[in-house]
T-cell receptor, first 115, second 115 residues
Framework: KAGVTQTPRYLIKTRGQQVTLSCSPISGHRSVSWYQQTPGQGLQFLFE???????NKGNFPGRFSGRQFSNSRSEMNVSTLELGDSALYLC??????????????FGEGSRLTVL | AQSVTQLDSHVSVSEGTPVLLRCNYSSSYSPSLFWYVQHPNKGLQLLLKYTSAATLVKGINGFEAEFKKSETSFHLTKPSAHMSDAAEYFC?????????????FGRGTSLIVHP
């Protein structure tokens, strides 16, 4: 069974650009959540999607957005990039409706560097 | 509101000696608690989880954790460290709120294993 796949693994952008990251969950998993990991702030929850609907959202500005497709694949977009957006962006999927009751299966992340 | 405090940012042990990684949590409701491990440039992998069943939880690779409600702690232990245990460890609390669940991550503990 394939794990959670995130693409691209590494990317470099400049300030003001936008970026789209992709996440393919484990087959059968309908919940996909996104996280930002930085040395300064640690791991922070961005948002969660279930059945193409955003169900939860963390405390991030509107420049961070996402969506989920009917096949449960998800994308997140960051517009007007800032230097502080440099981070490892992790995606996780779960088979359970709620995040707490089920194990989160993480991808290996997309490392974004903003110059 | 919920929060997680990992009491040590770094723990250094010798191979073959016991490991103790400490985690305290704060939650208004009965939480689900998790420990995840992250190796360099990888995603997070679940070690174990507590979801209101047995208070002593056994996980993968010889790790276990004990849920102590009176102390609001969920410390991770292993009797004998192995070189391959060197990694970053995250304690996570997740609580139901209005039908939704949002995980809160600790800042992480870096486990260093000396030969």
């Amino acid at each position: 069974k394939a794990g959670v796949t995130q693409t691209p693994r590494y990317l470099i952008k400049t300030r003001g650009q936008q970026v789209t990251l992709s996440c393919s969950p484990i087959s059968g998993h309908r919940s996909v959540s996104w996280y930002q990991q930085t040395p300064g702030q640690g791991l922070q929850f961005l948002f969660e999607y279930f059945s193409e609907t955003q169900r939860n959202k963390g405390n991030f500005p509107g420049r961070f957005s996402g969506r989920q497709f009917s096949n449960s694949r998800s994308e997140m977009n960051v517009s007007t990039l800032e230097l502080g957006d440099s981070a490892l962006y992790l995606c996780a999927s779960t088979r359970d409706r709620g995040l707490s009751g089920g194990e989160l299966f993480f991808g290996e992340g997309s490392r974004l560097t903003v110059l | 509101a919920q929060s997680v405090t990992q009491l040590d940012s770094h723990v250094s042990v010798s191979e073959g000696t016991p490991v103790l990684l400490r985690c305290n949590y704060s939650s208004s409701y009965s939480p689900s608690l998790f420990w995840y491990v992250q190796h360099p440039n990888k995603g997070l992998q679940l070690l174990l989880k507590y979801t209101s069943a047995a208070t002593l939880v056994k996980g993968i690779n010889g790790f276990e954790a004990e849920f102590k409600k009176s102390e609001t702690s969920f410390h991770l232990t292993k009797p004998s460290a192995h070189m391959s245990d060197a990694a970053e460890y995250f304690c996570v609390v997740s609580v139901a709120s209005g039908g939704s669940y949002i995980p809160t991550f600790g800042r992480g503990t870096s486990l260093i294993v000396h030969p």
